[in-house]
């Protein structure tokens, strides 16, 4: 043993199948299972929140489930509205943009034009 090493350890076990022991449950675990910052299943943050949302709706009366569903209906048509203003506006500002490129290679070949006639070389 080096220098620092403990000699109070017994038994050192090497897992090949990628488990990982687990000191709350006191049983190994796959990687699979252990999760990661977007839940077990690979969802995304909003994909978690809905399907934490859907289980939270078995739990409650059908009135408050009914108004839950209205309120993320509503929710999910205003961020549907917001996208499709969003994509409206970046066409508006990709027309904007190729007239103003136009506009500055008019303007750069005009420059051109008149160097060449005031007798200045570019």
Do not use: C, F
């Not at 449950?25 to 699979?32: A, L, N, V």
């Not at 970046?90 to 190729?98: K, T």
Request: glycine share 8%; charged share 30%; no cysteine.
């Amino acid at each position: 043993m080096g220098a620092g090493a403990s000699n109070h350890v017994k038994q050192i076990t090497i897992d090949q199948n990628d488990q990982q022991w687990d000191k709350y449950t006191g049983s190994r675990r796959t990687q699979s299972q252990s999760g990661g910052s977007t839940g077990s299943r690979g969802l995304s943050a909003v994909g978690e929140r809905i399907r934490r949302s859907a289980n939270s709706l078995g739990s409650r009366s059908s009135a408050d489930r009914a108004r839950r569903e209205q309120h993320l209906r509503a929710a999910l048509e205003a961020a549907d509205k917001r996208a499709a203003d969003a994509e409206n506006r970046v066409r508006q500002l990709e027309r904007e943009l190729a007239t103003l490129e136009l506009r500055n290679i008019d303007l750069a070949s005009e420059v051109t034009w008149l160097k060449q006639q005031v007798g200045r070389p570019e």
